[in-house]
Nanobody, 116 residues
Framework: VQLVESGGGLVQAGGSLRLSCEVS????????MGWYRQAPGKQRALVAVIMSRGGNTNYADSVKGRFTISRDNTNNTMYLQMNRLKPEDTAVYYCYAVGSAMGLSWGQGTQVTVSS
């Protein structure tokens, strides 16, 4: 499975961005997908996850109510809609996919910078 992110950039606090993660390869083997982020000097942290079966989602407390994760199976793309962005959301965002047969795959990361 290969993952390619896009959609990062520079935005003012209070603004919005939508990240995309295009998936190719053995997508049928994916059991869950999601987003992590890593700010300078900090460990990579989970932002959101979406399950392949049922579409259940889960979010970090810091983004609940502001971010929405979704997946479009018709074009094999996962999204992260980020609203009411804050300077503390500044990080490199990575998408990932995991499955019992395929293991764990990461995208290359996309930079999100929120100015105050």
């Amino acid at each position: 499975v290969q993952l390619v992110e896009s959609g990062g950039g520079l935005v003012q606090a209070g603004g919005s961005l939508r990240l995309s993660c295009e998936v190719s390869g053995s997508t049928f083997s994916i059991s869950a997908m999601g987003w992590y982020r890593q700010a300078p000097g900090k460990q990579r942290a989970l932002v959101a996850v979406i399950m392949s079966r049922g579409g259940n989602t889960n979010y970090a407390d810091s983004v609940k109510g502001r971010f929405t994760i979704s997946r479009d199976n018709t074009n094999n793309t996962m999204y992260l809609q980020m609203n009411r962005l804050k300077p503390e959301d500044t990080a490199v965002y990575y998408c990932y996919a995991v499955g019992s047969a395929m293991g764990l795959s990461w995208g290359q990361g996309t930079q999100v910078t929120v100015s105050s």
